[in-house]
């Protein structure tokens, strides 16, 4: 049995937007569930819903098998880190991490043997004594996650706890967070905007947009097995390609560039007439010939050095594209580029649904 359930779960906020619509999922304990999408596509939402935080419209949550709609959020053994970590300025690392346990009257003995395993899990045994205006952001986000795993519930939830930090504290947070997962084992879930973020902490990853859940799969999957034109565009760094074009004979047609899609297209005559998107990621492309490859002819505009690789921005035709290369094979800028595109590295979708082609 799942640890947590959501059965077509929907938010109709009272203004009458609907915001989440039939959200379904299963967590097992333990799992790190990322929802990952852009602003507004209602992660926080259904993240509030699962703590308690907002009603649930319709549809039901169910803690270990038990229907949890109705239990306040207190009931539920969840605890939750909030994008703003609000620490108590006035009290030190220690009274901020023991604050929950004090209210709850915890014996003195108990909180202390518990702040010290808190503290060194989190690398702040050395913090204790100092106010919260003498850390750094980073530490303050581990004194406020402290706050939260002190309390041994069952379950995390972590709305966008890394965006006050900058770019380079995000990356060790990131890192520390997997790590306090790996120390505590406790089932999180995870709230982020940010595909990275959800990619590197996630065992499953959901993908949302619009309200709707798009996919939902290891971050293995999401990469190689994308639904649909907006999870593929979604994950990966640089996003995936896309080139639309009509089916004629079997054939797609870019700049000056003619496409037999027989290798992929099983049934090309389902599509003979009809728009299909065409995808490839800037990485999955080479510069010398290759067998069972598309060579496609470009022209490069411009060329980004990044240290080991480089991305190269073509055209070809009316159509662009960002290629990442090996930084050694960097190209001139105006010059025609020819590379080529493994079959097997080629995603289709419907140009009409945008769900991949199988
Ligand atoms: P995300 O976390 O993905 O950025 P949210 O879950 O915060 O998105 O919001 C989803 C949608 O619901 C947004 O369009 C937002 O404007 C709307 N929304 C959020 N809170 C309310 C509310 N209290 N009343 C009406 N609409 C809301």
């Not at 077509?8 to 379904?24: M, Q, R």
């Not at 808190?118 to 750094?136: E, Q």
């Not at 004194?143 to 930090?165: T, Y």
């Not at 991305?311 to 960002?322: E, L, P, V």
């Amino acid at each position: 049995m799942a640890y947590l359930t959501l059965k077509n779960v929907n938010k109709i906020y009272p203004n009458g937007y609907h915001a989440v619509h039939n959200f379904n999922l299963e967590i097992e304990k333990g799992e790190v569930v990322v929802f990952v999408g852009p602003s507004g596509c209602g992660k926080s939402t259904t993240l509030r819903m699962i703590a308690g935080l907002e009603d649930i419209s319709s549809g039901e949550f169910l803690l270990n098998g038990e229907r949890a709609n109705e239990k306040g959020p207190r009931e539920r053994e969840i605890a939750m880190v909030f994008q703003s970590y609000a620490l108590y300025p006035q009290m030190t690392v220690y009274d901020n991490i023991a604050f929950g346990l004090t209210l709850q009257g915890v014996d003195e003995d108990v909180i202390e043997e518990r702040v010290k395993k808190t503290a060194a899990i989190l690398g702040l045994t050395d913090y204790l004594d100092r106010l919260p205006r003498a850390l750094s952001g980073g530490q303050r986000q581990r004194v406020a996650i402290g706050r939260a795993i002190i309390r041994k519930v069952g379950v995390f939830l972590m709305d966008e706890p890394l965006s006050n930090l900058d770019a380079k504290q995000r990356v060790t947070m990131r890192y520390e967070i997997a790590q306090i997962h790996q120390e505590t084992g406790a089932t999180t879930i995870y709230v982020t905007h940010d595909q990275t973020e959800a990619m590197t902490l996630a065992d499953r990853i959901v993908v949302m947009k619009d309200g709707y859940v798009q996919q939902i799969g290891t971050p293995y999957e999401l990469y190689f097995k994308p639904a649909n034109v907006f999870v593929a565009g979604f994950i990966g760094e640089p996003p995936m390609n896309f080139v639309r074009g009509k089916v004629h004979g079997g054939k797609i047609q870019f700049g000056e560039n003619t496409i037999d899609l027989s290798a992929k297209l099983k049934n090309a005559a389902a599509y003979e007439g009809k728009e299909i998107v065409f995808g490839f990621r800037p990485e999955a492309i080479r510069l010398t010939g290759a067998e069972n490859a598309h060579l496609i002819h470009s022209q490069v505009e411009l060329t980004e050095m990044l240290g080991d690789n480089t991305n190269i921005y073509i055209t070809t035709g009316d159509s662009r594209a960002i290629l990442k290369v090996d930084s050694h094979d960097t190209p001139e800028t105006d010059v025609p580029l020819d590379f080529y595109i493994p079959f097997e590295s080629v995603y289709l979708f419907d140009g009409e649904t945008e769900n991949v082609i199988d």
